[in-house]
């Protein structure tokens, strides 16, 4: 074991489906894999409020209650469009801050990503966003890798950002391929379904680039950017 045990995947009001419960999904398939082998990892699909979260399609998904004070060796922040307010919630900051602060690793994608930064952790840090952030993140000073990639992974500082949703399930395989290894990595994907699709790319700490269309990304910043990531 990679000495990963504990994951929290972190709900909040109006999260996205599938940048939250892809990649708890997935982590789900390698405690179930882990468990018939004599290890333990446990995952945990959490909010600060506990109880029902409405995401933000308008599902209705049941969470546990996480306490501010409760640590996990890796704490990962989904986007959607309520990454906007959970960017202002302190309590959301804070427990970001206090995972990296004490070594643990911080996750995250699309709007999580502007969460993250928001936090402050990625002060210094050249890392990956979707393509709504890109400009607003830069602006407000951030180091957003270009050419931009699907993810990319910081050993060093034990952060993962990726992009948007549909980068969510094979970045989350190179999540798992760095904690847990590539044999194990490479079983999930085969059984998923993703490595047919995305090929041995899964199995590397930085995705691969992006094909964006300028004029459409450009349209996508200017009507939603501010959502995702709102003045302070």
């Not at 602060?101 to 996750?107: I, K, P």
């Not at 950002?161 to 490479?186: D, F, K, M, Q």
Request: hydrophobic share 40%; with cysteine.
């Amino acid at each position: 074991m990679s000495g990963i045990n504990k994951v929290l995947f972190l709900a909040f009001p109006n999260v996205g489906e599938q940048d939250l419960l892809a990649p708890w999904e997935l982590f789900r398939a390698l405690a179930y894999d882990l468990g018939r082998s004599g290890e333990q990892l446990e995952v945990t699909l959490g909010s600060l409020e506990g109880g029902t979260v409405t995401t933000h399609m308008g599902a209705q998904i049941h969470t546990e209650k996480v306490n501010p004070e409760d640590r996990y060796d890796l704490l990962y922040i989904p986007g959607g469009i309520g990454g906007g307010a959970a960017s202002h919630d302190p309590q959301i900051l804070d427990l970001i801050r206090a995972h990296h602060a004490e070594g643990r690793w911080v996750a995250a994608n699309c709007a999580g990503v502007g969460v993250v930064f928001r936090s402050g952790i990625l002060q210094g840090t050249r890392f990956q966003a979707a393509a709504v952030l890109g400009r607003r993140l830069k602006e407000l000073g951030a180091d957003v890798a270009e050419p931009r990639r699907a993810w990319s992974l910081l050993p060093d500082a034990k952060i993962f950002t990726a992009g948007g949703a549909a980068t969510v399930h094979p970045s989350t395989i190179a999540l798992i391929t760095h904690l847990y290894g590539e044999n194990r990595a490479r079983t999930l994907a085969s059984t998923w379904d993703t490595l047919p699709l995305h090929g041995e790319t899964l199995f590397n700490p930085e995705g691969p680039l992006t094909n964006d269309d300028d004029t459409f990304v450009k349209g996508l910043q200017n009507a939603m950017e501010k959502v995702f990531l709102p003045d302070n």
